[in-house]
């Protein structure tokens, strides 16, 4: 069974990095067919996809996002990373990983999620 | 950017009763839509992929349908567990995964 836990600091002051981390188990996230992704929703509000990483290492972020983001593997394949810079009261919110199953002609969808982890960014 | 449209933004329903909740895409996205609930303080879960697949070990009660633009999501028989935020998603090929802004089922 798959299986994700985030974990990581759960207040950021302002203008410094948010790190998270995502423990994988029950599967490699160098293995064929998923991705593994990072997804936050602020408080009282939707989801917001943030990027992911492919299980060849390839990465892919959302645009609004303006290049604040990072994601990353472990080189033990069973932990990925999430770091966003220059944070703002704009970025306080629950903080999903989730794997992103590759289905036929590019049918995604997210299949297992994390707990979530709150982050808050004040001073 | 396709935009998706997601009404109601809430509604409340008596137990038994059938609910739908639609998602309606700004241009053809084919049938690249995922369904998701989310319970009060929970994870997002998958219900329904690919517009009309039911995920493994989801009710049956749970159902959707559509292609192209429009696309509906029904409870058949609403229980109290199915109390949740629901959320449609698209992804497109210029890899941006779009959520629409949800759905809050409650029980009259």
């Known amino acids: 069974q798959l299986q994700l836990q985030e974990s990581g600091s759960s207040l950021v002051k302002p203008s410094q990095t948010l790190s998270l981390a995502c423990r994988v188990s029950?599967?490699?996230?160098?293995?064929?067919?998923?991705?593994w992704s990072w997804i936050r929703q602020p408080s009282g509000r939707g989801l917001e996809w943030i990027g992911h990483?492919?299980?060849?290492?390839?990465?892919y972020y959302n645009p609004s996002l303006k290049g604040r983001v990072t994601i990353s593997g472990d080189r033990y394949k069973t932990q990925l990373s999430l770091k966003v810079t220059s944070a703002s009261a704009a970025d306080t919110a629950v903080y999903y990983c989730?794997?992103?199953?590759?289905?036929?002609?590019?049918?995604?969808?997210?299949?297992?999620w994390g707990q979530g982890a709150r982050v808050t960014v004040s001073s | 950017d396709i935009q998706m449209t997601q009404s109601p933004s809430s509604l409340s329903a008596s137990v038994g009763d059938r609910v739908t909740i639609t998602c309606q895409a700004s241009?053809?996205?084919?049938?690249?839509l995922n369904w998701y609930q989310q319970k009060p303080g929970k994870a997002p879960k998958l219900v329904i992929f690919?517009?009309?697949n039911l995920e493994a070990g989801v009710s049956s009660r749970f159902s959707g349908s559509g292609f192209g633009t429009d696309f509906s999501f029904t409870i058949n028989g609403l229980q109290p567990e199915d109390i949740a935020t629901y959320y449609c998603?698209?992804?497109?090929?210029?890899?941006?995964?779009?959520f629409g802004q949800g759905t809050k089922v409650e029980i009259k």
């Open positions: 989730a794997s992103l199953r590759h289905g036929k002609n590019n049918h995604d969808r997210f299949d297992y």
């Open positions: 029950g599967v490699s996230i160098n293995s064929g067919g998923y991705s």
């Open positions: 990483i492919s299980h060849s290492g390839n990465t």
């Open positions: 241009q053809d996205i084919s049938d690249y």
């Open positions: 690919d517009a009309s």
């Open positions: 998603q698209h992804y497109d090929n210029l890899v941006m995964y779009t």
